[in-house]
């Protein structure tokens, strides 16, 4: 079953317009990505701009949440449900239908078209929301409905504009596969599985009080991957045929198969390979700040973990055929700018190469002497010198339950963008001067950098 397709074809036949995903940067300098389906509609939603003649809609909207408010980056490869870049379903109402209406849709949806076992569903409200319980009752074992506080089930914009209870759709994928103490509904385990959130935007926020809109809507949002794992019958999204191929493209270019140790790394990298294609499909190239320093950060996390698999040349650009396959025929862009991708890949691939072997060294170096504490100074000569962004070096620690000393980390780097500022505030050639001065002690107190590194500038 195409589940995209299902889904839009469900709302479409229930009136709703079929919108288009909108671009990964949104039209919003609050937000580093669209990091869900509501976004498009932000505006609409707050009464910015009038409703549509069609007050209801629909859509597939391609997510980042790597950075910013939602940060997913660290999760991946350690759970079987987060990825950095996925896609939501999503319908919604401007000030039309309401709780009533939503809640019968996503029932039909689950267990009609999805065909989901009722006897594995669970759902949770709003502590306070009787209305949203009456109406679950009546398709659902009033025991299987759990009542959380705002922390899990309220939803607000901001501090200001609309918000309001909301209320998710677990899936329960069996105790006997997971059995650790995490795994109650509402906690962080991977056995209830959240599959859809339905957000009832019924009050408008302003000083800290809350006031009934006159018009209520409705945003909900449904994990296409997760959903998708589900139908297969697989208990990790990375096991579906969304994600298998690419894990399994790695396999055969690292002549390796995963093992129960390793197969985080392929997840990691068939993750992010999705994140940093869509990236360039949509010319977020890669750089050293903003955006392009994210996606700079996803793939040197990715490289790193090709690094741990034996990879000791570029490999990631090799993967973006078999992601074609699987996403090309949706995400057309995709298809197009096959070649600029694989291009920009490499090209970053290979520059982190240069000094990932010196970095990774430096690395175990200090990891012996290690403590509790990594020190700052060799975190930012990580950084510096060898293009191992902070996260990256945070995320090695973290394997081995350790954090970096970031007051003398952020000194450093404080101090470096105050010289780096200092040096280009004259004339031209003052500051290329200036420049020369900072490369210059940087390279001067660095111990191991070889001849064929020093005449490769920082990799940040
Ligand atoms: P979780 O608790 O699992 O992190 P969430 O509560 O942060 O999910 P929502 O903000 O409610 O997620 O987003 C709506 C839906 O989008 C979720 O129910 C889930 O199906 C999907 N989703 C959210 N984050 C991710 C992610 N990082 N990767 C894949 N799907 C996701
Ligand atoms: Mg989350
Ligand atoms: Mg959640
Ligand atoms: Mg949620």
């Not at 909108?22 to 919003?28: A, G, K, R, S, T």
Request: aromatic share 12%; charged share 25%.
């Amino acid at each position: 079953m195409d589940i995209r397709k299902e889904y839009l074809d469900f709302f479409k036949n229930k009136g709703h317009e079929v919108i288009s995903s909108m671009p990964l940067v949104p039209d919003d300098p609050t937000l580093l990505f669209t990091n869900a389906g509501m976004v498009q509609f932000k505006d609409i939603f707050t009464g910015a701009i009038p409703a549509p003649k069609n007050p209801t809609a629909t859509s597939c909207q391609l997510c980042i949440r790597a950075g910013g408010k939602h940060n997913d980056l660290e999760n991946v490869g350690y759970t079987a449900r987060h990825h950095t870049l996925f896609e939501m379903l999503g319908n919604f109402s401007f000030g039309d239908y309401f709780k009533e209406d939503a809640i019968a849709y996503a029932w039909e949806f689950i267990t009609v078209n999805l065909a989901l076992p009722i006897d594995k569903l669970w759902v949770t409200i709003h502590e306070s929301d009787d209305e949203a319980f009456n109406i679950w009752k009546k398709y659902i074992e009033p025991s299987r409905i759990k009542r959380f506080g705002d922390k899990d089930n309220f939803w607000a914009m901001g501090d200001t504009g609309p918000c309001g209870p909301c209320s998710e759709i677990f899936y329960d994928q069996g105790v006997e596969n997971f059995g650790s103490d995490e795994d109650y509904l509402g906690g962080e385990g991977d056995r209830f599985l959240e599959i859809w959130n339905l957000v009832f935007m019924q009050y408008e926020q302003s000083n800290g009080v809350r006031t009934p809109l006159p018009k209520p809507s409705i945003d909900t949002g449904m994990g296409l991957e997760r959903v998708i794992a589900i139908k297969e019958g697989v208990l990790n999204n990375f096991d579906s045929s969304n994600f298998k191929p690419l894990v399994n493209e790695v396999a055969k270019l690292a002549k390796k198969q995963p093992t129960k140790e390793t197969i985080g790394s392929y997840r990691v990298i068939a993750d992010h390979l999705r994140a940093v294609s869509f990236m360039l499909s949509q010319g977020i190239l890669f750089g050293n700040e903003g955006r392009p320093y994210v996606n700079r950060r996803i793939l040197r996390r990715a490289v790193r973990h090709g690094y741990l698999l034996g990879f000791r040349e570029a490999f990631m650009s090799k993967l973006v055929d078999v992601l074609i396959k699987i996403m090309g025929e949706h995400y057309t862009d995709l298809k197009e700018q096959a070649s600029f991708i694989k291009e920009q890949i490499m090209l970053e691939e290979e520059r982190f190469f240069k000094t990932i072997a010196s970095g990774m060294t430096l690395f175990n170096e200090e990891l012996i002497n290690t403590k509790k504490l990594f020190s700052g100074e060799v975190a930012f000569k990580l950084y510096d010198t060898y293009g191992f962004p902070l996260d990256l070096t945070e995320d090695m620690l973290r394997e081995k339950d350790l954090k970096v000393d970031i007051e003398t980390f952020d000194k450093l780097m404080n101090a470096q963008k105050a010289k780096a500022k200092a040096a280009w505030k004259g004339s031209g050639d003052e500051a290329s001067e200036g420049d020369f001065k900072v490369l210059l002690e940087k390279y001067g107190v660095n111990e191991f950098v070889g001849y064929e590194n020093t005449s490769y500038k920082s990799t940040i």
